[in-house]
């Protein structure tokens, strides 16, 4: 691994903010464990990607605008959702296409953003963690990390190496989970139809547990496996490479079941 | 057809309720996405064929009015008319004028969406002309006075049990008591019964998958070889185009047919592919004594210079359907008009206008496996958002959510004011969430709760929780 230190500016997105800040603290064990000093701007709340995908251009822009006035100066920003960090990558340079500065400004944030996993694997060369977690798990790709920045072998080459974990490949894992940020709610008849097939699947597989890159998708998938009342364990692909599964029960679980 | 793509949400409830469609869907879905991974597993180069087929699409929208002037100078040295038309109405008279100058009573159709476009079988009915659909899924959907669910597999909503079932009221000439229940037996009494109708019909109406303007040729690719005795057996042979289906060369259309059926179907190429060149020369043994294009504008022009002119390089093979996990989910019928599923979603708006379907390009979750399986490449998640952009700027959009999202921006945009609010929030959803990890009901969240939990919060933000750690360890140096 470089050894060379690297300044990353951690976005940890409104969803790991505010519903379960454990992933961001998994990112930053992370990162530093890859020989990265990490920062977190006060001055971030969201990528903005709520707005423009409802066709609200002008909170987009904003909100953009305030993201990169955050993360002016870092080598990378990186963040742990391919959805967060996809919308910066893919959609921030699109969405200044007719005012070149701020275009400008846009790729050249959009160039240095990543997502954490891939970061890790892809430019920082991680191979292993130091982790274990006793279970079976499966995986889930959610559709931005995986269509937009090719997020795929990157988490499984990372838990391969976790100590005691058996990876039991999902069937459809490419295949959305019904969430689709606000489509969830505006279509929830929809998303429902889509969300139970998903958790068919992840109860097909027999796995014990099911892991994934973005959080938004992780609570749809937990929330529906919970109110079918089927017992597998849903957690943040980081919390379980990050070793903080001991101290952390999963998610939608209460409080004093960890593991 | 009368759209009804305002009420998706409805359609789409109906749809998701209805056991046999679910049955006929499930069916589908695995299909189609095996087939094609398939065949592109075995053609290293569909990469760079989907690059070529982008480069010549886009080059001949550059140059569209060029190629569709050598187009119609072409089928007119051929012997052959082609006749603009610029809206359904006068595309439906065009018709109708050719069939009643041949005194038509009966017309034999190949597939065709230009025709469910243009509504054109009720309008012939109304005429007094009898048409008669002979691709098997549409002479199925005809009987049942349906419109196509899918664009190349019209009749996949149903199982073959309504099929047997839509025959058996149907052929009534026939024994009632006869076995229907394979699908062999029901291609073999479609055959049978459409055999005859071929013999009689006075025109033949097909559609085209391409118009080639280095020959004045139309080009059709079906499985069945209806199209072929469609457009050979009549007086007059009339193709449905609409004006993008035009390629520049023969070998365009050969690069684009490379990628058509592996998309559609997952075949390599389609049993028949047809191409046609005026009408009957004398040494001809058979042909149409007349050969006519109704080429249909209805809106396509205009998309042209704007962000939607990229879906006019659409082919129409259905990959997007096919791997969309909506379309999987509420079928055709759900989106309310011609064209479903995500290339539904970007066109019918601008065929029909953004009122009437403002629906269609909200209904996705942008995974994005429609663009990543397109042959043409067309980025239809990034039309879709435009879509939705139009509806917010002409606030179509609904009203409590327009002021929930200006709500969430304008404290998103201050983020002292919004770590304080969310701070807060998520202390008081962890608090009472903390016994159980999970709320079964929560305040203005029916949308999320009616079908799942909501996990609850860890009860701290990330941010309030850095800045602690910040304040106990100041120096965190590596």
Known sequence: ?259 | MRATSHAFKANAHEALVDATLQKALGIMKSGFQVRRAEAIAKLPEFEALREAGRAIKNHTLENLDFYLEAFEAKVLARGGQVHWCRTPAEARDTVLGICQRLGAKTVTKGKSMIAEEIALNDFLEANQIVPVETDLGEYIIQLRKEPPSHIIAPAVHLVKEQVADTFRASHRELDPARPLEDARTLCDEARAVLRQKFLRADVGITGANFLIAETGSSVIVTNEGNGDLTQTLTKAHIVLASLEKVVPTLEDTATILRLLARSATGQEFSTYTTFSTGPRRPEDTDGPGEYHVVLLDNGRSAMLGTEFQDMLRCIRCSACLNHCPVYAAVGGHAYGWVYPGPMGAVLTPNLIGVEEAGHLPNASTFCGRCESVCPMKIPLPKMMRHWREREFEQELSPAAYRAGLSLWAFLARRPALYHAMTGIATRVLGAVGRRRGRFRTLPLASGWTNVRDMPAPEGRSFQSLWAERRRSKPARKT
């Open chain 1, 1 to 259: 691994m470089p050894d060379q230190p690297v300044r990353v500016g951690l976005f940890v997105t409104c969803l790991v903010d505010l519903f379960r800040p454990s992933v961001g603290f998994a990112a930053v064990k992370l990162l530093e464990a890859a020989g990265c000093t990490v920062e977190v701007p006060r001055l971030q709340t969201c990528c903005g990607q709520p707005a423009y995908n409802s066709g609200d251009k002008a909170d987009a822009q904003a909100l953009a605008r305030q993201v990169m006035d955050a993360f002016e100066g870092f080598d990378y920003v990186v963040a742990p959702s391919g959805s967060c960090a996809g919308q910066i990558r893919a959609h921030y340079p699109e969405m200044f296409a007719d005012d070149p500065a701020q275009f400008q400004r846009a790729q050249h944030l959009a160039k240095r953003t990543y997502e954490l996993v891939s970061f890790l694997v892809d430019v920082r060369g991680m191979d292993r963690v130091a982790a274990h977690y006793d279970g079976k798990v499966t995986y889930h790709d959610s559709c931005s990390g995986l269509r937009e920045l090719g997020v795929k072998q990157q988490p499984r080459r990372l838990l391969a190496s976790v100590d005691g974990l058996k990876l039991a490949e999902l069937p459809g894992a490419e295949i959305c989970c019904g969430f689709g940020g606000t489509f969830c709610i505006k279509y929830p008849e929809i998303s429902d139809k889509m969300l139970a097939e998903k958790t068919a699947d992840i109860g097909a597989t027999g796995a014990d547990t099911l892991l994934a890159g973005d959080l938004g998708c992780l609570l749809n998938m937990a929330g529906k496996l919970h109110r079918q009342g089927k017992s597998v364990r849903v957690r943040h692909v980081a919390e379980v490479l990050a070793d903080m599964t001991g101290e952390l029960p999963p998610i939608g679980a209460p409080a004093e079941e960890t593991r």
